[in-house]
C-alpha cells in the first residue's frame, strides 16, 4: 500500500514560502500525487496535481523527484488565509481495486 | 458549474438509529468516494462508488453501506449507529478513478452526531 508520511504541523509567517513534503516510498506506477487545503468543518479543496518533474499553478508549486518517492508542496508567499490542514494524496492501487489514502495531513499555522 | 453537494448538512440521532446520507456528483463524473473524519483527526476511506457498483471498501463494519444509482448519486448509510459514528462524513467525485489523474472534488460534508 501506498502511505504517505507528512510533518504533523508547521509554523510560518506571512510573506515567507512554505515548503511541505510528503513520502510516498511505495508509490506505484499508475499513480498520480494530489495536494488538499482543508479548514475546519469544510470538504477538502483541490491545490494541485502532479506525476513527475514540476507543476505549477496560479496557487502552488508541485516538485517530484525522479524516483517519485516524496513530493513537496510549495506555496510561495503565504498569507494568514493559508493556515489550513494540507493533506498529500497518492492513489494506491491493489488486487481488489484502487483504494485511496490520505496522508496523515499537515497543519500549518501562519502567523502575523 | 455545480460542485458535490450533500445533504444534510447536519444531522442529530441517537445510539441504534439509522442514518441516510445523500450525495451528487458534479455532471459528467462516474466516480462517487466516501470518507469519515473524526473530529481532530484526518480523512478516514469508507467506500467507492463507479459506474453502480461498490469498488471497494475501507476498513469499516458492515453497517456502513451505500449505493450509486443510476444518475451516479450516492446514499451512505450507517446501521445502528454508535456514538463514535460521530463525524463530517465527506463525498467526493471524479470522472473516472482518481489514481489515473482525474482529481477528486469534495462536496461540504454532513456533520453526523449520534446522541
Known amino acids: 500500500l501506498a502511505k504517505t508520511t507528512q510533518p504533523i504541523s508547521m509554523d510560518s509567517y506571512e510573506g515567507q514560502e512554505v515548503n511541505i513534503t510528503c513520502s510516498h516510498n511505495?508509490?506505484?506506477?499508475?499513480?498520480?500525487i494530489t495536494w488538499y487545503q482543508q479548514f475546519p468543518s469544510q470538504g477538502p479543496r483541490f491545490i494541485i496535481q502532479?506525476?513527475?518533474t514540476k507543476v505549477t499553478n496560479e496557487v502552488a508549486s508541485l516538485f517530484i523527484p525522479a524516483d517519485r518517492k516524496s513530493s513537496t508542496l510549495s506555496l510561495p508567499r503565504v498569507s494568514l488565509s493559508d493556515t489550513a490542514v494540507y493533506y498529500c494524496?497518492?492513489?494506491?492501487?491493489?488486487?481488489?481495486?484502487?483504494?485511496?489514502?490520505f496522508g496523515g495531513g499537515t497543519r500549518l499555522m501562519v502567523k502575523p | 458549474e455545480a460542485g458535490v453537494t450533500q445533504s444534510p448538512t447536519h444531522l442529530i440521532k441517537t445510539r441504534g438509529q439509522q442514518a441516510t446520507l445523500r450525495c451528487s456528483p458534479i455532471?459528467?463524473?462516474?466516480?462517487v468516494y466516501w470518507y469519515q473524519q473524526a473530529l481532530g483527526l484526518g480523512l478516514q476511506f469508507l467506500l467507492w462508488?463507479?459506474?453502480?457498483?461498490?469498488?471497494n471498501r475501507g476498513n469499516f463494519p458492515p453497517r456502513f453501506s451505500g449505493r450509486q444509482f443510476p444518475n451516479y448519486s450516492s446514499e451512505l448509510n450507517v446501521n445502528a449507529l454508535e456514538l463514535e459514528d460521530s463525524a463530517l462524513y465527506l463525498c467526493?467525485?471524479?470522472?473516472?478513478?482518481?489514481?489515473?489523474?482525474?482529481?477528486?472534488?469534495f462536496g461540504p460534508g454532513t456533520r453526523l452526531t449520534v446522541l
Open positions: 467526493a467525485s471524479s470522472r473516472t478513478t482518481a489514481s489515473l489523474g482525474d482529481t477528486q472534488y
Open positions: 511505495n508509490i506505484a506506477t499508475n499513480d498520480y
Open positions: 502532479g506525476y513527475k
Open positions: 494524496l497518492v492513489g494506491d492501487d491493489n488486487n481488489a481495486g484502487n483504494m485511496l489514502t
Open positions: 455532471s459528467g463524473h462516474t466516480s
Open positions: 462508488y463507479d459506474e453502480g457498483e461498490e469498488r
